[in-house]
């Protein structure tokens, strides 16, 4: 892993034309190292990454770079602002050319670009496989929170006595941002807001009234609640997890447990990683790939 970035490095904002360039580094790059370790590439093809990093780079509240070498698009990042607490990645470099530093030089990018916004702390997950992206992570003050366990599948149990899970409304909002905060410490409202208006955010409710919500049961979206069982009511809901799956933190063993013996299998190993503001959670939750 090269400690220094070579100065013919530029990064610069991207634009959403940049996906079509930057699509296949990002599934190449995915690929080539969860082939190497043996495990499904978190992207299905070169058009799913186009599709992904093409939304991501013309989304409002995101800020997304892109790194050039000798003229050419060699890699990008992403920092997802919405929220006090901001999420990196993904990050990905093209396999042939490594060791430039265009990786480190990509996140030291949206890290000052986070201190510059007044972020409270910054997030990110990683591969717990990927040995030297850990190592980068590390070297840049990165802290490891949570091992987490990638899941996917679909419970045997469709329903769990006492809740009821129904799609989340403009009405919720309130009561959710004020779980995540008694949760983390801070709430997570734009994101919520966008999940409720493209149908996929999903509340729970015990006894009339909201106690855990989703914004989506993907590898994407965020799971607050106040227990496991409020959690295991929204996991059950669901027909299917959309891209590689759920994060369920592994240390959380009474819910990781429910989940195997509802037929949810382990696909990978991931790590919580932070810098800056970290709370415990005080409750039961689901991470995005972000954070």
Not at 17 to 30: Q, R, S, Y
Not at 124 to 129: M, N, R, S, W
Not at 194 to 206: D, L, M, P
Request: aromatic share 6%.
């Amino acid at each position: 892993m090269s400690q220094k970035t070579r100065p013919d490095i530029l990064v610069r904002t991207a634009t959403p034309e940049d996906g079509l360039v930057v699509g296949p580094i990002c599934f190449n790059a995915f690929s080539a190292i969860s082939a190497a370790h043996g495990f499904p590439c978190d992207l299905p093809s070169s058009e799913a990454g186009i599709g992904l990093l093409s939304i991501m780079f013309s989304s409002p509240g995101f800020y997304c770079v892109v790194a050039e070498h000798d003229g050419r698009i060699v890699g990008s990042n992403c920092l997802d602002e919405r929220s006090v607490i901001q999420g990196i990645g993904p990050i990905t470099i093209d396999p042939g050319v490594q060791n430039l530093g265009v990786g480190r030089k990509l996140m030291q990018v949206v890290m000052d670009r986070a201190n510059e916004q007044g972020a409270a702390g910054v997030r990110l997950v990683q591969a717990a496989f990927h040995n030297r992206s850990l190592s980068l992570y590390t070297s840049l003050g990165f802290d490891i929170r949570e091992p987490l366990s990638c899941l996917q599948g679909q419970t045997l149990e469709r329903n769990i006595l006492g809740c009821v899970v129904r799609p989340a409304k403009p009405d919720d909002v309130n009561a959710c941002n004020a779980l995540s905060r008694r949760v983390h410490g801070f709430d997570r409202g734009v994101d919520l807001a966008q999940a409720i208006e493209q149908g996929t955010a999903r509340v729970v409710e015990r006894t009339g009234r909201v106690t855990g919500y989703t914004t989506h049961l993907a590898f994407f979206g965020h799971s607050t609640a106040e227990t496991n069982v409020d959690l295991q009511a929204l996991i059950a809901s669901a027909e299917s997890f959309a891209g590689p799956g759920i994060l369920v933190p592994s240390r959380n063993s009474a819910l990781l447990r429910w989940c195997l013996a509802n037929g949810l299998r382990v696909v990978q190993p991931m790590t919580l990683m932070s810098t800056g503001l970290y709370n415990d959670p005080a409750g039961a939750w689901l991470p995005s790939v972000l954070f």
